[in-house]
């Protein structure tokens, strides 16, 4: 069993930048594939970003790569999303996922989710 809990949102000027965190418990947490997935009011769930056990293979989505960053603290339970020019269609509920097989852009493969954290940007 694993929980999640997601911190780090909050409202930012479009341009600017945050830095999600997601706080896991549970002892297993380092074998976890972790990602994060966003959803904007009306619209379905999209992957965001993925990282393996080790931290060495990452996934980002296509729109995203170059101005977001995963990474993860083995050690500390925790995995960060780094997200730089933030733009007002980056306004969602930003969701960290864990996942005990594979890497995965497909949020039916995660096993557990955290509650969410709001990211608005403002124009």
Known sequence: QVQLVESGGG???AGGSLRLSCAASG???STYTMGWFRQAPGKEREFVAAIRWSGL????ADSLK????????????????QMNSLKPDDT??????ADRNG???????????GQGTQVTVSS
Request: charged share 20%.
């Open 103 to 113: 890497i995965s852009r497909y949020s039916g493969n995660y096993d557990y989710w």
């Open 11 to 13: 409202l930012v000027q």
């Open 66 to 81: 170059d101005r977001f960053t995963i990474s993860r603290d083995n050690a500390k339970n925790t995995v960060y999303l």
């Open 57 to 60: 293979n990452t996934q980002y």
């Open 27 to 29: 002892r297993t947490f």
């Open 92 to 97: 969602a509920v930003y969701y960290c996922a």
